[in-house]
């Protein structure tokens, strides 16, 4: 299983930014997925995750309202579309695939055994 990773960048506090990961290797739209991040100095967190069939979505309390996670089944990629950033949003951004397909979105590190490289996402102040 590969996923790859790719939108990020630098963007001033209040823009928006898509990050993308493009999956392979497996089934896509069987899978869970997930997005996490880690900031500097600090463990890495979960961001927001979809199911794999009915597309239910779950964020951490943070991003909630200007997060939103979504998938396209025919492209076997998932997205984030990150609006209104803050400077707390800084850090390297990961999508995972989950262990197999729920109901509810996984939220715990755990449940993902397959990660991408990640991709820098600095919000500038």
């Known amino acids: 299983v590969q996923l790859q990773a790719s939108g990020g960048g630098l963007v001033q506090a209040g823009g928006s930014l898509r990050l993308s990961c493009a999956a392979s290797g497996r089934t896509f739209s069987s899978y869970s997925m997930g997005w996490f991040r880690r900031a500097p100095g600090k463990e890495r967190e979960f961001v927001a995750s979809i199911t794999s069939g009915s597309g239910v979505t779950y964020y951490q309390d943070s991003v909630r309202g200007r997060f939103t996670i979504s998938r396209d089944n025919t492209k076997n990629t998932v997205y984030l579309q990150m609006n209104s950033l803050k400077s707390e949003d800084t850090a390297i951004y990961y999508c995972?695939?989950?262990?197999?397909?729920?109901?509810?979105?996984?939220?715990?590190?755990?449940?993902?055994?397959?990660w991408g490289q990640g991709t820098q996402v600095t919000v500038s102040s």
């Open positions: 995972a695939t989950s262990r197999w397909g729920s109901s509810w979105p996984p939220t715990r590190s755990d449940e993902y055994p397959y």
